[in-house]
């Protein structure tokens, strides 16, 4: 685990981290955004920043199980990679669709198709890993 920076840095990005995390619980009330991705980008934020809010973060009761899925198994589950793929494509087609501009759509194609072999490539997390890293995680907190 990388040491935490001093100074401005860390300020800078803790308020980077608090940005992803915003844009990440907008991503859990609006559909066309993507949370998980957001989340991750939070953690790598303030376990370079801050150890306080990197602990709070993975060991929260929502969105802590996405976290520690990608960290530890680089895996998410089923219904996020879905959810992630038909957003992903639902955005870049509306956003081809809008714009009208051909190298426009080349630059969309070329990042649809490597986050959606990034996606692809991860390790499905099932539901019964969830329940049981939920339930560990309870035990930890019930000591």
């Avoid at 960290?71 to 038909?86: D, F, G, K, Y």
């Avoid at 870049?92 to 490597?114: D, E, H, N, R, T």
């Amino acid at each position: 685990m990388p040491e935490p920076c001093s100074g401005v840095k860390r300020y800078i990005l803790i308020g980077l981290g608090l940005l992803a995390l915003g844009l990440a619980g907008l991503g859990i009330l609006l559909p066309i955004l993507p949370t998980t991705p957001f989340l991750l980008l939070a953690a790598y934020f303030f376990l370079r920043s801050s150890c306080r809010l990197h602990a709070w973060l993975v060991n929260h009761k929502v969105f802590g199980p996405y976290i520690w899925a990608y960290q530890e198994h680089r895996a998410i589950s089923a219904a996020t990679r879905r959810n992630a793929l038909i957003l992903l494509w639902l955005s870049l087609v509306l956003s081809g669709f809008f714009v009208q501009k051909p190298w426009l759509w080349a630059v969309l194609a070329v990042i649809g198709i490597g986050v959606s072999l990034h996606l692809l490539s991860l390790r499905k997390f099932s539901p019964e890993e969830q329940r049981a890293y939920l339930a560990r995680k309870a035990a930890e907190h019930s000591d």
